[in-house]
């Protein structure tokens, strides 16, 4: 399994960007898929989440009601809508893969694939 992280850039705050996560092989459609991201010299962490039919979310309580994760299981891909961006937004964004994902799950350690990651800078 391969995850291609996309769509990173730089954009002023207060801006928006969408990521994408294109996922390899046929199982796309059972896999729990989650966002998270490191900054500088800082710990990875939960960003989003979302179950494999994508009726179920959840949500970092830093990006809550500015992002918006969803997935395209046609497209084996996974999205990160980030709105109202702010400064301290700024890291490597992962995606990231689970198998059996029937619930959304924030923890790094139920995951079983990542991506490489795609680098957001949020200016001020």
């Known amino acids: 399994v391969q995850l291609q992280a996309s769509g990173g850039g730089l954009v002023q705050a207060g801006g928006s960007l969408r990521l994408s996560c294109a996922v390899s092989?046929?199982?796309?459609?059972?896999?729990?898929m989650g966002w998270f991201r490191q900054a500088p010299g800082k710990e990875r962490e939960f960003v989003a989440a979302?179950?494999?039919?994508?009726?179920?979310?959840y949500y970092g309580d830093s990006v809550k009601g500015r992002f918006t994760i969803s997935r395209d299981n046609a497209k084996n891909t996974v999205y990160l809508q980030m709105n109202s961006l702010k400064p301290e937004d700024t890291a490597v964004y992962y995606c990231?893969?689970?198998?059996?994902?029937?619930?959304?799950?924030?923890?790094?350690?139920?995951?079983?694939?990542w991506g490489q990651g795609t680098l957001v800078t949020v200016s001020s």
């Open positions: 092989g046929r199982t796309f459609s059972s896999y729990g």
């Open positions: 979302i179950n494999w039919s994508g009726t179920g979310t």
């Open positions: 990231a893969a689970k198998q059996w994902g029937t619930r959304p799950d924030m923890r790094i350690i139920a995951y079983d694939y």
